[in-house]
């Protein structure tokens, strides 16, 4: 396995990686990687010649100094993990290389990127769209692989690919999740045993929500309090947001139809945590669906 800390070299291996005629699949992480990343690189090497993870935390999507400078940074298990999983290459590079000074070029995605995470954390999928428009132009892969679990991010990646006419395929892949459901997360390491017991609450409320919606329920506003109000009252946690809104548009939606986007972001003591569901709704049906 190659591993790769400057723009340069990143950039040689994949003109030769091409020039030999293999496909390259990337997927783009920020490290401290768990059975969900690695699900990624598992259906990338379904898909190509070369399986490529990038490990960097950005600090551009971060807007709190406290939360970009306690991200966990375990370099060597991710590598080890990579390598057991069969990565050709690792994309690792210092800030210094993605952001020299005097770096001054953003991209956004506007309206997509306004309400839910957006809303409560400014600025950060500007920083997303960035760096990962920045892998894609280092790198040119064919594929490129996200995780529903960051369903906003998928979308809005999406439309950015779509907008700028970046020649690649994305592909989302569904959330690995804990056997109780917990979603996987970096992030979970922040919580104590209580806040980790009480952490279930985000996919039981989800669940709850897409029950009611296959029993019959068409009422947005009513789910939407159904989500709100069972995270309300959880010991210890706050509710960031609770939303149903159309997985094409992300705006709220007072009946349901079309492709469903059940979403919540929860603070629970350190951590800020979300999860999501999809439902493909007609009057007469509901069931889950990926993006
Ligand atoms: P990170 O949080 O490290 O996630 C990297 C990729 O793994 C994302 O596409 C994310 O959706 C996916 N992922 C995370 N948890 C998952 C789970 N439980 N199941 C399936 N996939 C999961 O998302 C980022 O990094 C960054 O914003 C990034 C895209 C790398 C840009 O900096």
Redesign the pocket.
């Known amino acids: 396995m190659r591993v790769l800390e400057t723009v340069r070299e990143l950039h040689a291996l994949a003109d030769a990686e091409r020039a030999a005629g293999r496909r390259i699949a990337l997927?783009?992480?920020?490290?401290?990687?768990?059975?969900?990343?690695l699900?990624?690189c598992e259906l990338a090497r379904g898909r190509a010649d070369r399986v490529w993870v990038?490990?960097?935390?950005?600090p551009a999507?971060f807007d709190d100094a406290d939360d970009l400078a306690r991200y966990p940074r375990p370099l060597a298990s991710d590598l080890a993990r990579c390598r057991a999983a069969g990565v050709d290459a690792v994309f690792a590079p210092p800030v210094s290389e993605i952001y020299p000074p005097g770096s001054q070029t953003f991209v956004e995605v506007t309206e997509l990127a306004r309400d839910l995470c957006g809303a409560s954390r400014p600025g950060h999928f500007r920083?997303?769209c960035t760096?990962?428009l920045k892998?894609f132009t280092i790198v040119g892969p064919d594929l490129a692989?996200?995780?529903?679990?960051?369903?906003q991010?998928?979308i809005i990646?999406r439309k950015m690919v779509d907008d700028l006419n970046v020649p690649v395929e994305l592909r989302?892949?569904?959330?690995?999740?804990e056997s109780d459901g917990l979603?996987?997360?970096?992030r979970n390491q922040y919580l104590n045993a209580e806040e980790r017991r009480r952490a279930i609450v985000l996919i039981e409320s989800l669940r709850a929500a897409r029950d009611r919606i296959v029993a019959g329920e068409r009422d947005g506003t009513v789910i939407r309090e159904m989500l709100a109000e069972r995270i309300r009252k959880t010991p210890g946690a706050a509710l960031d947001y609770a939303a149903v809104v159309s997985a094409e548009t992300l705006q709220p939606l007072e009946r349901l139809e079309g492709k469903v986007l059940l979403a919540v972001a929860v603070r629970l003591g350190p951590a800020r945590l979300i999860d999501n569901l999809l439902l493909q709704v007609s009057d007469a049906s509901a069931e889950e669906t990926s993006l």
């Open positions: 997927v783009p992480t920020m490290g401290a990687l768990h059975a969900g990343h699900a990624l990038s490990i960097f935390v950005n999507q920083g997303v760096v990962v892998l692989y996200f995780g529903q679990k960051d369903a991010q998928a990646l989302v892949c569904p959330t690995i999740r979603a996987l997360s970096s």
